[in-house]
C-alpha cells in the first residue's frame, strides 16, 4: 500500500479520489474572511499573525508590569504597590516575557517565514498547527486568570496572580508556603504551553525536513529556518524535563506525594536541576530565532552574501548541543562541590565560542558591504552591539568565582536583559519592521522608524546599565524595596527614568506600526532588494504562497532568480503544467476541531487546577469537587481529536489561468 | 552557494601574523583556565562548595545547642520590629557556628573575631533562602535539607549585614541579619 502510494505520487498519475469514508459532525468551514475564517483557519500566514498578535498584546502587558515594578523600586522605602503585589509582578513579567512573548513572537515568524522560505504551500500538519496556537491560548489564559482576583471581590478565589517566581523554587510552590489556586494554575499553564511548544516543534522539523523545494539542500536554507530547526529540537529536547518537574510539584501540591518536601525526604535541590536543564536550553530557545532574523537582515542591507554561511549554521547547531551542558551555573552557589563548578564553568565559557564566532561572522558581512541603514538594519546593528555586552557579563557569571558575587543581584538582571531585549528583542523589532511589508504590503515609515529605534536603544541602556553598579553593590533581585542607606538611591532612579523612555520608545514603535498598517506607502513585492523565498512573492502572501514551487540554484535563492530571469521563468511554466496535471494546486480545508479540543483542554487544566475545591456556582455548591466538570474538559478534548481524525485530510485545489487569474475546485477533478 | 561561484582554491590556511594572533588567543585562553584553579589555591577567597545532608529538625537542634553553650548577648534590629530579637552568639576560634535561614529571619547572629578561622553552617528550615553578606557582596545559597559549610577568615572588624537573596515569599525584602567582627 505505502509503496503504490509512493509510486502513484512519484509518477505523476492522478490521484485516487477521495474515499468518502469521512465523517463530519459540523460542516467544514470554507469562509475565507470574518471571524470564523480566523478561528478555523489552517493558513500558517493566519495563524502566524494571530500568534503575532497575541504575543505583542502579552508583550505590552509583560512592559506595563514592568514599569510597575520600576515605579515601585524608584525611591527607597516606596510604598507604591504592596509586596504582594509586587511579587505577583515580578513573576508575571518572567513568565509572561518568555512564554508569552519573546516565544510565542518566535513562533509567530516560524509560521509566517517558515514554509515560504523553504518553498511550500503550508506546514507539514496544517490542522496541528492551528492546534498549536489555539493550545497556546489556553496556556496563556490559565497564567494569566488570576489577574482577575484585583477586579472584583467575586474572583477573589484566584488568590491573585503567580507569585512563587518564574522559576518557582520548591519548596516555596508547595502547599504550606503558597497555598492559592494560582500557583495550580501556574503549573498546569506551564505545562499546556509545554504541549504547545511540543506539537509545534514537530511540525516545523517535518516541514524543513520533508517539504523543502527541488534544489534547497540543507546548506541552502536559510540562516532563520536553520535556526528554527535548532529551536525545534532543542524544545522538543528541554521540555520534557520541565513537564516531570511540573507533574512533580502538582503531585506534591495535589496527592500528597514528597518529591521536593524535605520532611518527606524529598530534595528542593531537584526542582533547580530539573528547571534549569529547561531552562538554560530555553535561553537558547529565546536567543537562536533571533540570531537568525539578523542573520537574513545584515546580508540584505550590507548587500552581500551572510559571511561564513556554514560556520553560522554549524554554530547555532554547537550552541543547541552546549546549551544542554550548562544548567549548573545558575547553581554556583549552592555547594556543588569543585569538580562539578569547574565542569560546569568550562562548559559555560565553551559556549561563548561559538556565540563569538557567529558575532564575528555578522561582522564579517558588514565588512566591505555597501551599508544601507534602514530601521531593520538599525535594530540589527543594535542587536550585535548590546548583545555582545550582554555576552560579556554572561561570560563573567561563567567564572565560578566571580558568580558568587553576583548570584541573584541586580547584575544578573543587567545580564539578561541585555541578552533578552539588547538581544532578543532588538532582533524581533528589526524583524516586525523588515517583514511588515511582505505580510500587510506596506511600509514603515522610515522617520518614526528611527525615532522609535533611538528612543528604546537610549532608554534600554539607562534602564539596564545601572543595574550591572547595582548588582555588584549587593541589591538582591526580587525584593519590593530597599533602605535608604544601602547605596542604591541614585543607580534605582536613574534605571526608572530610562524604563519609562523605553516604555515611551516600545509605544512609538507599535504606535508607528498601527498607523502604517492603514496609512502606509504601499510597498511592492520586494521593496528591501531581499535574497530569500518570501520575497519572489506578492506582498501580502496570497493563500497558496507560490503560484510555482520555485526551484532553488544558490544559497540567495531569490537574487540568483533576479539574475536568472529567463531560467527561472521556463522552468516556472513546467512547474506550474505540471502541477495543473496533477489536478491543480492542492490546499488543506479549514477545521473547527483544533479549537474545540482545546476549549477542552481549557475546560478540562483549569477545573483540573482546582480538583479538591469544592464547586461553586453563583453562591450555590453544586459538587464537591471539580472533578465532573475536569472529565467533562477531558472529554470534550478527546472527543474533538476523535472527530478531527474522522473529518479526513478534506482539500480542494486551485487553478492557475493563463491571465494569472486563480480559480477554486473542490471535489473529483 | 554565494551569487558568483567561488573560485579555487578557496581556502587559505592561517600564515604569518595570522598564526600569531591564534597563538596568542590559545595561549591567553590556557592562562584564563589556569587562573581559576591557581587562584582558588593561592587567593583563599572562593567556597569550596562543602555541603552535607541533614535533616532541618537535626539542623535546628545543633543550632540550639551552639546558640546555648556560646550565647553572649541579643541583638534586636532598630528599624525592623518584624525581625524580633535574636541571640548573639561567639563560636569559639576556629570552631563551627550555625546559621539558620527561615521565614524571615537569620538565627542567629554571630560575633567572630578578626582573623580567625570558622567553619560556618549554613541552611533553612522551611524554603530556600540565600545568605548574602553585605557589603561585600558575597552570595551562597541556603537549601533546605543541605548543611552548606563556608569556611571563613574574617579579615576586616565592623557590622556586616545578611541579607536574603533568594526569593522567599512575602517578608523576603526585610529579611536580613547580622555578623559583627571583633
Redesign the interface.
Known sequence: MAEALAKNAYTGGAHAPAKKATFDLFARPTAKTGLVSWLTTVDHKKIGMLYGGFAIIFFLIGGLEALMIRTQLMVPNNRFIT??LY?ELFTMHGTTMIFLAVMPLNAAFFNLLVPIQVGARDVAFPRLNAFSLWVWVVGAILLNVGWLSHFSDALKGFGGAPD??WFG????T?R???PDLSTDLWVLGLQVLGLSSIVASLNFIVTIINMRAPGLTMM?LPVFTWMALVTSFLLILALPAIAIALVEVMMDRNFGTSFFE??GG????LWQHLFWVFGHPEVYILILPPMGYVSEILPTFARK?LFGYPIVVFSGVAIGFIGFGVWSHH?F??????V???AF??ATMAIAVPTGVKIFNWIGTLWGGQIMTRVPMMFALGFIWMFMLGGFSGVMHA???AD??????YFVIAHFHYVLIGGATFALLAAIHFWFPKFFGRMVPEFWGKVSFWLIFVGFNCTFFPMHFLG???M????????SN?GWNEGNLFATLGAYLLGIGIFTYFAVLIYSYFKGKVAGSDPWDARTLEWSIPSPPPEHNFAAIPTV????AW??EK?HKEEIAKEKAEHIKAEESHGGIHMPDQSWYPLFSAFGLLVGAYNFAQIHQPLVLFGNQVSASHLPLAITGGVIMVAALYLWALEGPGGYHLHLGPDGKVTESRGDH | ???RPLTAPWFHGPAGHEKIWLGCAILWCFVM?LM??Y??FRGK???????YTV??ADFLARTEKFVAANRVGTYKHP?NALLGEVPVVEPPPGGDAYLIGRMWQWYPALRLRQGETYRIHLSAL???H?F?L??L?????A????D??LTLTPTSKGEFTI???????????SMTGKIFVE
Open positions: 509586596a504582594q511579587n512563587a517566581g523554587y520548591a519548596p516555596l508547595s504550606t508556603f503558597t541552502r524535605v520532611s524529598g530534595q528542593p535541590i552574501p547553581m552557589t549552592t555547594g556543588m562541590g569543585n562539578a563548578t569547574a564553568a568550562l567564572a565560578a568565582p558568587a558575587q553576583q548570584q541573584d543581584t555588584l553593590n549587593g538582591p533581585r526580587r525584593t519590593w524595596t530597599y533602605d544601602m540554484h544558490a544559497r540567495d537574487w540568483y539574475h | 552557494m554565494s551569487l583556565s581559576m584553579p587562584w582558588h577567597q572562593n567556597s569550596t562548595g562543602e555541603a535533616k532541618p528599624g522551611d524554603l530556600q540565600g548574602s553585605q557589603p557582596n558575597m552570595n551562597f545559597q537549601v533546605p535539607g543541605y552548606h559549610v541579607v536574603c537573596n533568594e526569593f522567599c515569599g512575602i517578608g523576603h525584602s
